[in-house]
């Protein structure tokens, strides 16, 4: 029996789900007090979100965006600000940062939604930079280069949550509910609606879908999310600065969805957690582990351009999942015919 | 009253004139077929009167209501189905989810449904196939699951643009068989088709839309006779009886 069969089965879920569960929650003892691994694992489970949410915008609706790490960075400053100038407490600080980022992404979405792929990843790509030297030059409320040191820690029925396991818990709390979301919205009326739209616009629109208005929903809840995640990201390092949000950040998310998958719930989970463990892992190689992260990235797009993801028998539930999209589509195969009649 | 009047009808495409006022008429139950050459402007009409395309002038009406240039969605809540050309079915989704995403207005789960287990009825093969890729089927099956998901909208009009295009012959048979069988259900039909012999067969009141105006127009019969019409559309590229 392959692995892939034991996805397949009800079970088979049910106990590697479970598995994962108790690994996730026990994690914390495994790593016996390990801060340093225990924060590794935190950042895991924040990228796992952001990659999540920007595969709304590639993997499920087919559009692209460049400026995803912006997003991130206008949450995180939003919250960090509210709470360091006016002493709000974060669980009011940290929907504002989603609910602000989202309103940005819906008006940025407005204004560039109805360019074409190339020019949509240029828009989002210079609106990444117009926020990152925002952020920069407006001293007066962001403190510019400086950064914003001393954001206070979130607080739980009034104990301050100080030390590394209790953000871990707390982002994988985040993280959980967050994937759930999107595997819900995924498999609902409003994900069939994306899928149609990358699928074909035309079609889509013909069946009555307002494609416009669903690429301008995937983008905002694609921005709620991140805006969110960035919140959580700033109360857990309790400094940020503009350099953490650049062009730099917008690819390393985007690289974590097409390394795991687009358009699976499973792929960019998968990216994350790769993407954030490979240069920890690798410390000792110093520079040249980026030369490791780029060979690992052309041999995965070369051998697997739909992503880790799509490796059979190891991620790949036979029944039941979608069939996944690639950044780097190939031209159907033949192979397709032989695929006929069998299922 | 008619259910679809369609009057002068003018659209652009930059200084492009691809429609010269067109005018047309389809009464509940009909089957109108639309023939004409490549580029004739048989698929800008029917974007035009889906709202895929815009128009520059004219009236659509749709039972007693304007549709002119409203959003695709207000044609398809007012019950019209636009099977388009080249079937764009949408290919890393099961049988099962394209005929969904074609119920997308109906809310009403039940209804949804009995649409599906009609359509499964209706096309067999896709009941076989439900959970099979869109992108994986043959060519004539995406042309049925095309008509299937356009059908799943519970339209009053199905238009279906060039259904044989790129179909094996048998297949074309068969398709046009389905579209028979649905003019029969009580479905109006609006056939776009560039196998003007086929077409003039099936259906029962042609048009001739030659550069962006209609030419000729007259119950289907009477135009297979007409000696224009046999010369440009049936001597040359008829194929078959």
């Known amino acids: ?343 | 009253m008619a259910l679809l009047d369609v009057k002068d009808l003018v659209v652009h495409y930059g200084k492009i004139n691809a429609l010269k006022g067109v005018s047309l008429h389809l009464d509940k139950g009909d089957f109108v077929t639309l023939i004409g050459a490549n580029g004739a402007g048989k698929t800008s009409l029917l974007g035009a009167l889906s709202g895929l395309v815009q128009a520059t002038s004219g009236t659509v009406t749709f039972k007693g209501g304007d549709l002119l240039n409203e959003a695709p969605e207000a044609y398809v809540k007012g019950g019209i189905a636009h099977v388009p050309e080249g079937r764009k079915i949408f290919g890393e989704l099961s049988v099962e989810e394209n005929l969904y995403a074609g119920a997308y207005i109906i809310k009403d789960k039940a209804q949804v449904k009995s649409l599906l287990e009609r359509n499964y009825q209706l096309f067999p093969r896709l009941a076989e196939r439900r959970k099979q890729e869109g992108g994986t089927l043959s060519g004539g099956e995406q042309q049925m699951l095309a008509i299937a998901r356009g059908l799943m909208s519970d339209p009053e009009i199905l238009y279906l643009d060039e259904p044989s295009l790129g179909i094996a012959p048998l297949l074309v048979d068969k398709i046009f068989e389905f579209i028979m069988q649905i003019n029969a259900m009580g479905k109006t039909i609006l056939l776009v088709e560039q196998n003007a012999n086929l077409a003039l067969q099936v259906a029962q009141y042609g048009y001739v839309l030659e550069t962006g105006k209609i030419t000729h127009e007259g119950n289907c019969a009477r135009l297979r006779e007409d000696d224009a019409i046999r010369c440009a559309y049936l001597g040359v590229n008829g194929n078959g009886n």
Request: glycine fraction near 12%.
């Open chain 1, 1 to 343: 029996m392959t692995l892939r069969n034991v996805y397949a089965s009800k079970e088979g879920k049910a106990i590697g789900m479970g598995g994962l569960a108790v690994i996730l929650l026990v994690l914390p003892r495994l790593l016996g007090g390990n801060d340093y691994l225990l924060q590794v694992a935190t950042m895991m489970a924040l990228y796992v979100v952001l990659a999540s949410s920007l595969n709304l915008i590639i993997g499920f609706t087919g559009m692209y965006s460049l400026g995803h790490g912006a997003f991130y960075g206008m949450g995180a400053y939003t919250s960090a600000i509210l709470s360091v100038n006016l002493g709000w407490p974060f669980w009011i600080t940290m929907p504002l940062g989603g609910l602000l980022t989202a309103l940005v992404g819906a008006f940025l979405g407005l204004a560039t939604l109805r360019l074409r792929q190339t020019f949509l990843v240029f828009g989002t790509l210079a609106f990444g930079e117009i926020v990152r030297i925002l952020i920069m030059n407006w001293s007066s409320l962001t403190r510019g280069p400086m950064g914003i040191p001393g954001i206070p820690p979130p607080k739980v029925f009034g104990t301050e949550l100080t030390s590394s396991t209790h953000y871990y818990y707390l982002i994988l709390v985040y993280a959980i509910l967050m994937v759930f979301a999107i595997f819900r919205l995924y498999y609902s009326r409003i994900g069939r609606a994306w899928v149609a739209i990358r699928e074909d616009e035309v079609a889509a629109s013909s069946m009555g879908i307002s494609v416009f208005g669903y690429k301008i929903l995937a983008f905002t809840i694609s921005c709620l999310i991140a805006g969110l995640a960035g919140a959580f990201y700033a109360h857990f390092v309790t400094f940020i600065s503009a350099d953490q949000f650049g062009m730099g950040e917008s690819f390393l998310i985007l690289t974590m969805v097409a390394l795991g998958g687009t358009g699976s719930i499973a792929g960019p989970i998968i990216g994350a957690c790769i993407l954030i463990v490979i240069p920890e892992a690798f410390r000792f190689l110093a520079e040249y582990r980026m030369v490791l992260y780029g060979a690992m990235l052309i041999v995965v797009i070369v051998l697997k351009p739909e992503g880790l993801a799509g490796i059979k028998g190891l991620f790949m539930p036979t029944t039941g999942g979608r069939r996944r999209t690639t950044l780097f589509r190939r031209e159907p195969k033949v192979a397709a015919v032989k695929a006929g009649g069998s299922q």
